[in-house]
Each structure stands twice: as C-alpha cells, then as structure tokens.
C-alpha cells in the first residue's frame, strides 16, 4: 500500500473503531449507506475494508457463496431493518455464523449498519473456524452497540441546527438524498419530506444548489459507486443494485458517460493508485 493511501485510512473514525474492537474484543463491520462516515473533508474516515463483510472476515464470508451472502447480510437484512426498526439484534446468516447488528437511523430512515462479533453456534462443529457464541457476551454487545450507533447518528448526521434557514434546507436535501438513493426516491418524496408541493420543491432544489433533484441523485449514487468498487469485491450487477441503478447496464452506460471509464476500468486503476 502507498504511503498516502495508509495515511488516508487512518481517519478519526477508523481510530475509534479499533478503540471498540480493543475494549470488546470484537471486529467491527460497518455499512455506510450514505458514505457519510467514511468521507469528511474529503478524507477517508476509516478502513474501507470494513464496509465488506467478505474483506472484514476473509477466512469465514470470503469463502461463502456470494448470492447466499448478498441476500442475507444485505437484502434480507435491510427488509428486517425496514420493517422491524430494531435498535439491536441477533443475526444468523445462511451458514450458521452468528452476530450482533445494530442499524444506524437519522430521522427515520436507515443510513448504515454495524455488525459486530462473528461465532459459531454453540453445538456446532468444534472444529469450526469461528468460536462458539457466548449468550452473556452478546447480550453485553447487544446494550452497548445500538449506543455507537446512534452516537456515530448524532455526530456524522446531527448538529445541524444551527444552520441558516437556506444552508438547513440544503442539508435536509443531500441527508434524504443520501439516505434513500438506494431505492425508487421520487421528487415527491423530496417534495414530502420538506413539506412543500412537487412544483415548489423542484424549484426550491435548483435555486439553493444549482442542479435538478435528479442530477444531485445521481450525483451521490456516482459518488457510492465509486465507493463500492474500489473498496469492495462487489460486482458490477451487485454495484449497480447497491447504489439504485435500474441494471448493470444502465450502471456502465451512465458512469463511462460521466466519469470517462467504464466501471472495471475505474476499479483497476483506481485500486493501484490507492492500495
């Protein structure tokens, strides 16, 4: 790894985090949704190889299959989130391997995930990679991780009322944006969240900052795709359902158009710049 890309990794964040794992004895694995935790200033806030649970634990995810992966510790998962809207919870993925999760929310939407922990169930194979799971340890993790959850909410999406009216209406924009890019976001959702009619939200969006609420949407999906592919193994069909593009292709059409590289040139070359 180049000197500036360890330097770029060794953000403020990245320092707590290895704090927690020193304290609980615990890797930690984070989903930034929103990418909001992993960049401020344009610096890198902590190992990006936390953001995979493949990279996170090679010798346990990085040998499963990775659809069963995909769908139980990510798209299973964030259904649950969504529909439970659990502070904390147990987690048991396709191949038995147990774990703490905690979601992060800001303002009632689901912005990032920590897991924490990685064992065995108890009566499995003694062999097993993975130590046996211990009831009273992951009822401690199950108090204390909801509580940096929510810390990391308050510090890297709250305090923001202090803002001016107009640099409080931008805020509120790019945090939904950011928030719910993922999915099938409207300018009528926009429109709702800020309280205003679709006409007057559209106008209001271009006036404070310059660009359509489509623009800024696709904006940030870039920004996460960029994300996801020079910090993880995902594929591109897997990069391009991530950050809200409606197929593969149309991921690789728009960001060549965009960025000038295809996606798999992108990760290559940015990959041996940084690491």
């Known amino acids: 790894m180049r000197e500036e890309g360890k330097r770029g990794h060794n953000g403020a964040l990245e320092e707590i985090f290895l704090a927690w794992e020193g304290l609980t004895e615990c890797r930690l694995c984070v989903h930034d949704h929103s990418r909001r935790l992993h960049v401020q200033s344009g610096r890198s806030q902590y190992e990006p190889n936390r953001g995979s649970h493949r990279k996170t634990y090679p010798a346990v995810c990085g040998q499963c299959e990775r659809e069963l992966c995909q769908e139980y510790c990510m798209h299973r998962l964030n259904r649950r989130v969504e529909r439970r809207r ?95 890019c993922r999915f099938g976001i409207t300018l009528a959702s926009m429109a709702g969240h800020l309280g205003l009619s679709v006409s007057r939200a559209s106008h209001l969006i271009r006036e ?41 292709e149309h991921f690789g059409r728009i960001f060549r158009r965009r960025r000038g590289r295809t996606p798999a040139v992108f990760r290559k070359q940015e990959q041996q710049r940084h690491f």
């Not at 929310?105 to 920590?114: C, P």
């Not at 009831?135 to 009322?161: C, D, I, K, N, T």
């Not at 999906?221 to 995902?234: G, I, M, N, T, W």
Request: with cysteine.
């Open 208 to 248: 404070l900052t310059g660009q359509t609420f489509s623009d800024l949407v696709l904006a940030k999906r870039l920004e996460l795709a960029e994300f996801y592919l020079v910090s993880s193994d995902y594929r591109m069909k897997e990069v391009a359902q991530l950050c809200g593009f409606s197929s593969q």
């Open 86 to 180: 659990e502070r904390a919870f147990v987690k048991r993925c396709h191949a038995g391997v147990v774990e703490v999760v905690a979601p992060i929310y800001w303002n009632g939407a689901h912005v990032g995930t920590l897991f924490a922990g990685l064992w065995r169930p108890r009566h499995s194979h003694p062999e097993a990679a993975q130590p046996p799971v211990e009831p009273e340890r992951v009822q401690r993790l199950l108090r204390v991780l909801p509580v940096l959850a929510e810390g990391l909410a308050a510090r890297y999406w709250g305090g923001r009322e202090l803002l001016t009216a107009a640099a409080s209406r931008v805020a509120a924009i790019e945090d939904f944006i950011a928030a719910h």
